[in-house]
C-alpha cells in the first residue's frame, strides 16, 4: 500500500509534468509505485548498477554525484522534492551512470523497470510523456553546458542559489523577504554544481554577502534578497 504525509503528497501531486498526466496514468503509476525511506548518506545505487527502477523524490532530496578512482566524490545536482529521475538508464539497460545517495533524510516513490513496461503497455500516453520528460532534461543539460561556457562565475553561483532557494527555500526569521536554503550545502559541494574550486565560491559568497544580497551561515545559505541574484544572472537588456 502506498503511504505518503500529506506534503509528500503534495509534492509529488504538484510536479508540472506529474500533474499533465490523465488522472487514469497517475493513478496507476502510484498504485504500482513502493516507499522507500532513507537515512542522510544512505546510497539509493552506485554507477555501474542495475537500472531496475524508477524513481520520484517525495521528501527530502537526493544527491546525484560521482567518484573518482581516488575516491573523490563531486556532486553534480540534487532532485528536489517532486521530481521523478533515472528513466534514460532504465531503457537503455546500460547501468546507472552516476551514484544517487539521501542528502538528509529522504523517501521516495520506486516503480520497478517492468512495472514500467506493464503501465505503457496500458496507457500509450505514457510513452510521450517520458520522451517530454527526457526532452526537459536534456534542455537543463544544454543550459547548464552553456552558463558553464558563457557565464561568469559570480552569474553561475546567483542562478545556482536562486534556484536552490526556489526548491528548498524556508521562511528565514521575521523578514519575509529573506529564505533560508533547507539543504545543507557545504561550500566544496556548492563549488561542484557550479564548476569551480571552494576558494572562489568562498570569494564570490563574501562579495554577495557585503552587498546584502545573502548572508552566509554555517554548511548554509540565506538568501536576502532574490531580485538582486536574479540581476546579476539575468542582467536588463
Not at 41 to 62: E, H, K, L, Q, T
Not at 161 to 185: F, M, Q
Request: aromatic share 6%; hydrophobic share 40%.
Amino acid at each position: 500500500m502506498l503511504i505518503l504525509s500529506t506534503q509528500e503528497r503534495e509534492a509529488i501531486d504538484a510536479n508540472p509534468w506529474f500533474a499533465s498526466l490523465s488522472a487514469s496514468l497517475r493513478h496507476d503509476i502510484l498504485r504500482l509505485a513502493n516507499v522507500r525511506h532513507y537515512a542522510d548518506g544512505d546510497f539509493i545505487y552506485c554507477r555501474g548498477d542495475p537500472a531496475d527502477d524508477w524513481n520520484a523524490v517525495a521528501s527530502g532530496a537526493v544527491r546525484i554525484g560521482s567518484s573518482s578512482p581516488q575516491g573523490r566524490q563531486a556532486t553534480l545536482r540534487y532532485v528536489e522534492p517532486g521530481v521523478w529521475f533515472g528513466e534514460v538508464e532504465m531503457f537503455d539497460l546500460k547501468g546507472r551512470p552516476y551514484d544517487a545517495s539521501a542528502h538528509g533524510p529522504t523517501t521516495l516513490l520506486s516503480v520497478r523497470r517492468e512495472d514500467v513496461h506493464a503501465i505503457l503497455a496500458d496507457h500509450t500516453e505514457f510513452y510521450a510523456a517520458l520522451l517530454r520528460l527526457s526532452s526537459g532534461r536534456m534542455r537543463q543539460l544544454y543550459r547548464l553546458v552553456e552558463d558553464l561556457t558563457t557565464k561568469p562565475l559570480r552569474a553561475r553561483l546567483a542562478k545556482q542559489l536562486s534556484h536552490l532557494a526556489h526548491s528548498y527555500g524556508k521562511p528565514a526569521g521575521e523578514r519575509g523577504s529573506e529564505v533560508r536554503i533547507a539543504l545543507r550545502l557545504p561550500q566544496e559541494e556548492l563549488a561542484h554544481l557550479i564548476g569551480c574550486s571552494r576558494q572562489r565560491v568562498n570569494e564570490e559568497l563574501k562579495l554577495m554577502e557585503r552587498d546584502e544580497t545573502i548572508r552566509i551561515e554555517p554548511c548554509g545559505v540565506i538568501v536576502r534578497n532574490d531580485r538582486a541574484l536574479r540581476r546579476i544572472y539575468e542582467p536588463a537588456g
